[in-house]
């Protein structure tokens, strides 16, 4: 149930809070409510005008790009140059951090993305949605070297991600809790829908791409018999739930409770995943909720990178479903 609170005056009241605060977490997060508006509207016209389809292009991970995937890119990029606080982007569709021209010297953030996530949905009308994830920089430097923006999860300063489906919602967290928005299309602003969610400590939903089950380790595959096995005294067996928008999948998780898990392969030892922009900021705001995020052997938020495209097995969702899913994986 929303209220009469938009996100501009709950980012005051935040702001008010904290003596020493400037305004400018305030003025990043009102940007990306800006960015959420401005893909909401071209995603509810996408098929009234020519941003279906693939680009013809790849990304830095090999993947077909699509043109709402180069939209939503070049979307951050247009809001965030003309913010003189986020002076790098580093995103799914760039190679290198962007370092946005003349920002050097006064920009003190770094903003971490995956413009468009579930891009597999776009042509069939599922959910999307866009993950984000903040950095201060250290002073004194660019911002375009790659060692000063290998950060664990841990010290982020936010994290959260827009989701489009019937509404278009706003999960953050800043590390005091986890805030809803829902936007009004009508009045053109994000209204809150809660704070401080809690999460359930177990559920009975599990989200997995199940047509990769003969890629998985044995451990895996024995956790997923382990769902679907029948035993009431344990709440099994769990339902399955997967829309392929990993910001849609871990969303109901946090409000229904239950896991979310995409294991690593054999022949991708390393996840699929991305840490910085996807499975770090998604984990901030489970921890926050009272979940737990794992690549399952490690919390991933303790995760050091070693370079910014990096890729990690994940498991993530109320605390009991992801300590279980440990105990199995860990054999």
């Known amino acids: 149930m929303t209220d ?7 980012l005051i009241r935040e702001q008010a809070l ?12 009102i940007h990306i409510a800006l960015v959420g508006k401005m893909l909401a509207r071209d995603l509810s016209h996408s098929g009234l ?8 292009t790849t990304n830095v991970q090999g993947e077909e790009v699509q043109k709402l995937d180069q939209r939503a890119n070049e979307t951050f990029v247009q809001v965030f140059e003309s913010n003189q606080i986020v002076g790098t982007l580093v995103s799914e569709e760039m190679e290198k951090p962007l370092v946005l021209p003349g920002h050097q010297n006064s920009s003190r953030y770094a903003l971490f993305f995956d413009p468009l996530d579930g891009s597999s949905n776009i042509d069939v009308n599922a959910p999307l949605g866009s993950i984000f994830s903040i950095y201060r920089l250290p002073s004194q430097v660019t911002g375009d070297s790659g060692q000063e923006l290998l950060k664990p999860g841990s ?10 489906g019937p509404s278009t919602l706003l999960v953050y967290t800043c590390g005091t809790g986890v805030h809803q928005f829902i936007l009004d299309p009508e009045i053109g ?3 809150s829908m809660g704070h401080h969610l809690r999460m359930p400590v177990k559920g009975k939903i599990y989200s997995v791409n199940e047509g990769n089950y003969n890629k998985w ?21 769990y339902t399955s739930r997967y829309t392929g928008c990993l910001a849609a999948d871990v969303h109901r998780i946090l409000l229904k409770g239950g896991i979310y898990l995409y294991p690593d392969e054999p022949k991708r030892p390393e996840g699929k995943l991305r ?13 926050q909720a009272g979940g737990l995020g794992s690549t399952g052997k490690e919390r991933i938020n303790s995760i050091q990178p070693t370079f910014l495209h990096q890729r990690v097995p994940l498991f993530i969702g109320s605390r009991e479903d992801v300590e279980q899913a440990e105990h199995f994986i860990r054999g």
Do not use: C, K
Request: glycine share 10%.
């Open 275 to 287: 840490l910085m922009y996807e499975a770090a900021p998604l984990t901030f705001v489970m921890e």
């Open 217 to 237: 380790s044995p451990n895996v595959q024995r956790y997923m018999t382990y769902l679907h096995e029948n035993d009431s005294e344990t709440g099994r067996p």
């Open 4 to 10: 009469s609170i938009t996100l501009p005056t709950h």
């Open 155 to 164: 010290e982020q300063i936010a994290g959260g991600y827009l989701l489009y």
């Open 18 to 29: 904290y003596p020493g605060a400037t305004g400018e977490f305030s003025r990043i997060m």
């Open 189 to 191: 602003e994000f209204l």
């Open 49 to 56: 005008i020519d941003i279906l389809g693939s680009a013809g």
